[in-house]
Structure formats: structure tokens, C-alpha cells
């Protein structure tokens, strides 16, 4: 007797949407997702389809009343409960489009719960496309299986980050004049934490002196190479997520 066929099966399509997720609850895919579904999966009637919306969990759907251009989804049952994400921020000054493109998106992979860009002084970038950034986001979590997104921020200057700095978190910033090993400061200091990394020009000596003036600030080393932005704060999260995260 052949065996039943698992479902959903690992190669069901996965999609992110704003809707509530639950026992029977009908979604309505059109735009976009409905082209993505019909045109580009092939999805037919009663095929299943992932959903999740970063609060709900991940929910397997299933394809029905297929049209032209839109579709719905029945939830069936629920395939992931909703992750419990390490309670770490990636501080971070922008860089040029194509390379915040790139943190942000890598940045939702590696489970940074809160992105905040930061203006410094010698930043090249003073304004963000939030809305490109967060569909970055989406599509990262899409692809990676996560069932919660990072959260992106407005992006704040300097001053009013570190004026405004919760007592209880952690600041590791990376200190080109030099600071503790990254591996030592990130297991003597255990608890909700940041990554704070400046721009391709670092940090004004003016800032530094304001960063570690606050209690919370860590300085520490990101190691004897000169790092673009984008590497010092893909390999900063990698390290604290071996060190402090769930990567254990």
C-alpha cells in the first residue's frame, strides 16, 4: 500500500501576509502574491500554501476558489508556533543602497529582532526608503522559514539614541581606536543587548567620547582587519548569536 504523501509537503510555497491567521480563516491573495502563486509556483486548487504574518505563527493553507487574478486561502492547521526571537537590536549608520539592502536583509536572517538606523556625522546617508527596506525584510523571512520579522525603526540621530538609552540593554559598539576582544564582551555582558556600527569613516572622536560615556556602552573590537560596514555588522550579530543567542 503506497504511503500517504506529507503535507503540506516541504515544497509548498511560502508567503508572508498582513491578515490573521486561524483555525478556517480565509485569505484573499491578489496583486502580487496572486501572480507569485498562479504564474510563478503553479499553485492549483486545493494545493497547500505556508502562510505566516509575524505574529500568528506559520500556517498551512489551502488553495481555493482559484481566478484569474486572485485566490483564496483556507488555513488548515498550524505548522510553526511563533519563534522566540533573542532580544538583540543591530545599531546601525546607513550606507548606500544596494549594501543597506544587504544588512537589512541578512540581518532578518541572522534574527535580529530590531533594526535601527542611526545618523552620524559621517554618514553618506541621511535618508532611507523604510518601505523598501521592510519588503527586504519580508522577503528574507519568506525565504529563511522565520514566522516573526524584524522590526525596522525610523531612523534617529546619535544624540537622541544614546540620550534615550533603556538602563537595562547592553550597548556593544564597534571602536576603531580599540576596545575588548569581541568574544570576552560578549560573555561577560549576558542580557538584552545592541550592536552599535558607525559608518565607513566611523565614528567622530566627539561621538565615541559621547557613546561611551553612557553606563551601558561596551567598546569592542571587531578584530585587526579594517571591515566594510556591512561586514562589521553581519559578523558582530553572527558572533553574538553564537555567543548569547540561539545559536546554542
Known amino acids: 500500500m503506497?504511503?500517504?504523501?506529507a503535507w503540506p509537503p516541504q515544497s509548498a510555497p511560502r508567503l508572508y501576509v498582513p491578515d490573521d491567521l486561524g483555525p478556517d480563516a480565509r485569505i484573499t491573495a491578489e496583486g502580487n502574491a496572486a501572480h507569485y502563486l498562479l504564474s510563478v509556483m503553479r499553485v492549483k486548487e486545493g494545493d497547500a500554501v505556508l502562510l505566516f504574518n509575524g505574529r500568528d505563527g506559520?500556517?498551512?493553507?489551502?488553495?481555493?476558489?482559484i481566478r484569474k487574478r486572485d485566490l483564496m486561502l483556507v488555513c488548515a492547521g498550524q505548522?510553526?508556533?511563533?519563534?522566540?526571537?533573542?532580544?538583540?537590536?543591530?545599531?546601525?549608520?546607513?550606507?548606500?543602497?544596494?549594501?543597506i539592502d544587504m544588512i537589512v536583509e541578512k540581518a532578518c536572517e541572522l534574527g535580529v529582532a530590531r533594526l535601527q538606523p542611526v545618523l552620524t556625522r559621517r554618514a553618506v546617508v541621511d535618508r532611507l526608503n523604510l518601505d523598501r527596506l521592510n519588503a527586504h525584510i519580508i522577503e528574507a523571512a519568506e525565504q529563511c522559514g522565520r514566522t516573526s520579522l524584524t522590526q525596522l525603526a525610523d531612523m534617529t540621530k546619535l544624540d537622541a539614541l544614546l540620550r534615550e538609552w533603556p538602563a537595562d540593554r547592553h550597548l556593544f559598539f564597534a571602536d576603531e581606536t580599540g576596545g575588548a576582544p569581541m568574544r570576552d564582551a560578549f560573555a561577560l555582558n549576558i542580557g538584552p543587548a545592541a550592536i552599535l556600527i558607525g559608518p565607513e569613516g566611523g565614528f567622530t572622536p566627539e561621538?565615541?567620547?559621547?557613546?561611551?560615556?553612557?553606563?551601558?556602552?561596551v567598546p569592542i573590537s571587531l578584530g585587526p582587519r579594517i571591515l566594510r560596514a556591512e561586514t562589521a555588522a553581519l559578523a558582530s550579530v553572527a558572533c553574538w548569536m553564537a555567543?548569547?543567542?540561539?545559536?546554542k
Open 2 to 5: 503506497p504511503a500517504t504523501p
Open 58 to 65: 506559520e500556517w498551512a493553507a489551502r488553495a481555493v476558489d
Open 79 to 99: 505548522t510553526k508556533p511563533l519563534e522566540a526571537v533573542p532580544d538583540l537590536w543591530l545599531c546601525a549608520a546607513p550606507v548606500k543602497k544596494g549594501r
Open 207 to 217: 561621538e565615541r567620547i559621547a557613546i561611551r560615556a553612557i553606563a551601558q556602552a
Open 243 to 247: 555567543a548569547n543567542g540561539d545559536w
